[in-house]
T-cell receptor
Framework: EPEVTQTPSHQVTQMGQEVILRCVPI?????FYWYRQILGQKVEFLVS????????KSEIFDDQFSVERPDGSNFTLKIRSTKLEDSAMYFC???????????????FGPGTRLTVL | RKEVEQDPGPFNVPEGATVAFNCTYS??????FFWYRQDCRKEPKLLMS???SGNEDGRFTAQLNRASQYISLLIRDSKLSDSATYLC???????????FGDGTTLTVKP
């Protein structure tokens, strides 16, 4: 069964450093997403990406964040200058077109645990 | 008011019990509705979509009431393996964000 993969599984970085989190979505999917989950809290939307551009982004997704689909398979999230409060699990998800433009079920990767020291 | 609000839980039930989770959403423009389950420190996994007519998948039944902006999940004959956090998820458009509820934790005991 196809699945979303993410690397690395755990990233430790110093405050102020740049990190790039990588995702390989399911191959025929068209929509790509990043979410984060701070330990003990709910899953929060960061950004959605379709047709090589950002479709929607949340207030969390400020100028420190960027996304890229550098080739036909990878989808990356870059945090330019990490802060302590960026420590969280970051999930990538992808989905296809869905039914009549609705109900496109998202499939999540296993996540990257980011620890900012 | 939270965009997606779930029963606070936790729910502790014996094996074989029937348990129901409730969820309300505030945005009437929401188009798609889902239940996910999340095991501790793992990714959310899709349990089922929730359609207007209601739908069933084995022991799981989901209902949607658009007028009341209410979604439910019923689990019959609970198994130990059903122990997890259940997440209510609401989506406005295919390309846009999914809004997650805080989750309701279920523990099924022998």
């Amino acid at each position: 069964e196809p699945e979303v993969t993410q690397t690395p599984s755990h990233q430790v970085t110093q405050m102020g450093q740049e990190v790039i989190l990588r995702c390989v979505p399911i191959s025929n999917h068209l929509y790509f997403y990043w979410y984060r989950q701070i330990l003990g809290q709910k899953v929060e939307f960061l950004v959605s990406f379709y047709n090589n551009e950002i479709s929607e982004k949340s207030e969390i997704f400020d100028d420190q964040f960027s996304v890229e689909r550098p080739d036909g398979s990878n989808f990356t999230l870059k945090i330019r200058s990490t802060k302590l409060e960026d420590s969280a699990m970051y999930f990538c998800a992808s989905s296809d077109l869905g039914l009549a433009g609705l109900y496109n079920e998202q499939f999540f990767g296993p996540g990257t645990r980011l620890t900012v020291l | 008011r939270k965009e997606v609000e779930q029963d606070p839980g936790p729910f502790n039930v014996p094996e074989g019990a029937t348990v129901a989770f409730n969820c309300t959403y505030s945005n009437s423009a929401s188009q798609s509705f889902f239940w996910y389950r999340q095991d501790c420190r793992k990714e959310p996994k899709l349990l089922m979509s929730v359609y207007s007519s209601g739908n069933e998948d084995g022991r799981f039944t989901a209902q949607l009431n658009r007028a009341s902006q209410y979604i439910s999940l019923l689990i019959r004959d609970s198994k130990l393996s059903d122990s997890a956090t259940y997440l209510c998820v609401v989506k406005e458009t295919n390309a846009g964000k999914s809004t997650f509820g805080d989750g309701t934790t279920l523990t099924v005991k022998p």
